[in-house]
C-alpha cells in the first residue's frame, strides 16, 4: 500500500438497545467496512446489549471513503439476520490529525461533530487530544432497523514509512 496514510483503529466498545431477532434476545456481531477491507468482532450469545471491548484496524488510504457498519444476528440453521446499518465520514477527525497538535492538556476537545442527516451520530461527538493521540468518541444510530446504537471510539496510529498526514 504505496499511498498509506496511517492506521485507523476503531474500539467497538458495545451495543446499546439493539433489535430483538431470535425469540428473545439476538446474537450480535458488528462488520466493519472500508472499500475493499472488511473486518468483523466476534459474536456476543444471547445479548441485546452486548459488551465487544474490541479492536479493529482499517489501512487509511483515501479518507474520503465513508466507513461502514452493519450489525447481524448469528444464525445457526439459516442466513444470519440484519440488525441494522450505519456509516460515518472519517473527515473532521482527519483533519483534526491533520493539526499535529502537540503539548496541549490531555482531555483537550479539538472539534465537535454533531448529528445530522449525513451521518448517523445519536449525539454530538467530541474529537479529543489524549495522551498524545487524537482521538473521537461516537454513538452511532442504526438505521433500516426499529431500535439500536453502537458506541465506538476512533484513534489514529502514525505509521513509519507511510506517506502520512
Same mark, same amino acid.
Given at each position: 500500500?504505496?499511498? =498509506?496514510? /496511517?492506521? =485507523?483503529?476503531?474500539?467497538?466498545? #458495545?451495543? %446499546?438497545?439493539?433489535?430483538?431477532?431470535?425469540?428473545?434476545?439476538?446474537?450480535?456481531?458488528?462488520?466493519?467496512?472500508?472499500?475493499?477491507?472488511?473486518?468483523?468482532?466476534?459474536?456476543?450469545?444471547?445479548?441485546?446489549?452486548? !459488551?465487544?471491548?474490541?479492536?479493529?484496524?482499517?489501512?487509511?488510504?483515501?479518507?474520503?471513503?465513508? &466507513?461502514? =457498519?452493519?450489525?447481524?444476528?448469528?444464525?445457526?440453521?439459516?442466513?444470519?439476520?440484519?440488525?441494522?446499518?450505519? @456509516?460515518?465520514?472519517?473527515?473532521?477527525? &482527519?483533519?483534526? %490529525? #491533520?493539526?499535529?497538535?502537540?503539548?496541549?492538556?490531555?482531555?483537550?476537545? &479539538?472539534?465537535? %461533530?454533531?448529528?445530522?442527516?449525513?451521518?448517523?451520530?445519536?449525539?454530538?461527538?467530541?474529537?479529543?487530544? @489524549?495522551? /498524545?493521540?487524537?482521538?473521537?468518541?461516537?454513538?452511532?444510530?442504526?438505521?433500516?432497523? !426499529?431500535?439500536? *446504537?453502537? *458506541?465506538?471510539?476512533?484513534?489514529?496510529?502514525?505509521?513509519? /514509512?507511510?506517506?502520512?498526514?
Amino acid at each position: 500500500m504505496e499511498n =498509506l496514510l /496511517g492506521l =485507523l483503529r476503531i474500539h467497538v466498545i #458495545r451495543g %446499546v438497545n439493539l433489535a430483538i431477532r431470535d425469540v428473545r434476545s439476538s446474537d450480535p456481531y458488528i462488520i466493519v467496512r472500508m472499500g475493499k477491507q472488511k473486518l468483523k468482532t466476534r459474536v456476543v450469545r444471547k445479548n441485546v446489549n452486548p !459488551e465487544w471491548n474490541e479492536d479493529l484496524t482499517l489501512s487509511i488510504a483515501d479518507p474520503s471513503i465513508p &466507513i461502514k =457498519l452493519q450489525v447481524f444476528d448469528k444464525d445457526t440453521f439459516s442466513l444470519d439476520d440484519k440488525m441494522g446499518d450505519a @456509516e460515518f465520514d472519517i473527515g473532521p477527525f &482527519i483533519e483534526a %490529525v #491533520r493539526m499535529r497538535l502537540e503539548n496541549i492538556p490531555s482531555g483537550t476537545v &479539538i472539534t465537535n %461533530v454533531k448529528p445530522s442527516r449525513q451521518n448517523c451520530l445519536a449525539e454530538d461527538s467530541s474529537i479529543v487530544w @489524549e495522551n /498524545g493521540k487524537v482521538k473521537q468518541h461516537m454513538f452511532l444510530r442504526l438505521r433500516n432497523v !426499529e431500535r439500536g *446504537e453502537v *458506541e465506538l471510539q476512533l484513534e489514529w496510529i502514525d505509521v513509519p /514509512g507511510s506517506r502520512g498526514l
